[in-house]
């Protein structure tokens, strides 16, 4: 399977941007990037997901590189509120295996 | 938000004693997955289904068993439960497979 490897912690401060990297070099050709959240004793909850273009939703940007070994989780302006851990994950395409890892906890500063 | 519902939300119980947790959805999505959640690893899928009465197993099925017999409900049970399964359990759902996955409050179990 193939794995992300993200940094364990970042800080940003509130009303900036925020870029989180991931890289996936063993990722394969059928393999969807999907980044999810997980705030203080909630769910996870879907943020966005690509494949080999950049994409945009409400609630952030994704940049994947050309490559497609890496990628950025974009918050345009953090608020307090995304304060969580922010999760990584390579879906392989027609598979159920989401594997989370320990992903990035992202702390907001005021 | 999607609709799904986690009963209950806090159990505990003791070791041996079999445990069902509950997971409701009304959003008539076809997958419905069981996940662990413990300290320093993340989130492991216990079991899937991908129907009513079709189900698979994740990487952490040992002492887990699952049944769907209706498309809104997937149910978790605990056999005889250990304190190793003491854990915090979400339930998640998917109208397709490896679409985005959407996921309930969470049951805390603690086995004693």
């Known amino acids: 399977d193939a794995k992300t490897t993200q940094p364990n912690s970042m800080e940003s401060n509130e009303e900036e941007p925020v870029h989180l990297p991931c890289n996936h070099s063993?990722?394969?050709?059928?393999?969807?990037i999907h980044w999810y959240r997980q705030l203080p004793s909630q769910g996870p909850e879907y943020v966005i997901h690509?494949?080999?273009s950049n994409v945009n939703n409400r609630m952030a940007s994704l940049a994947i590189a050309e490559d497609r070994k890496s990628s950025t989780l974009i918050l345009h302006r953090a608020t307090l509120r995304d304060a969580a851990v922010y999760y990584c994950?390579?879906?392989?395409?027609?598979?159920?295996?989401?594997?989370f890892g320990t992903g990035t906890r992202l702390k907001v500063l005021a | 938000d999607a609709g799904i519902t986690q009963s209950p939300r806090h159990k505990v119980t003791e070791t041996g004693t079999p445990v069902t947790l509950r997971c409701h959805q009304t959003?008539?999505?076809?997958?419905m997955y069981w996940y662990r959640q413990d300290p320093g690893h993340g989130l492991r899928l216990i079991h899937y289904s991908y129907g009513v009465k079709d189900t698979d197993k994740g990487e952490v099925s040992d002492g887990y068993s699952v049944s769907r017999s209706k498309t809104e409900d997937f149910l978790l049970t605990l056999e005889s439960a250990t304190s190793s399964q003491t854990s915090v359990y979400f339930c998640?759902?998917?109208?397709?497979?490896?679409?985005?996955?959407?996921f309930g409050p969470g049951t805390r179990l603690t086995v004693t």
């Open positions: 998640a759902i998917s109208e397709k497979i490896s679409y985005e996955q959407y």
């Open positions: 994950i390579l879906i392989t395409s027609g598979t159920y295996k989401y594997i």
């Open positions: 959003e008539n999505h076809r997958y």
């Open positions: 063993t990722i394969s050709g059928t393999d969807y």
């Open positions: 690509g494949l080999t």
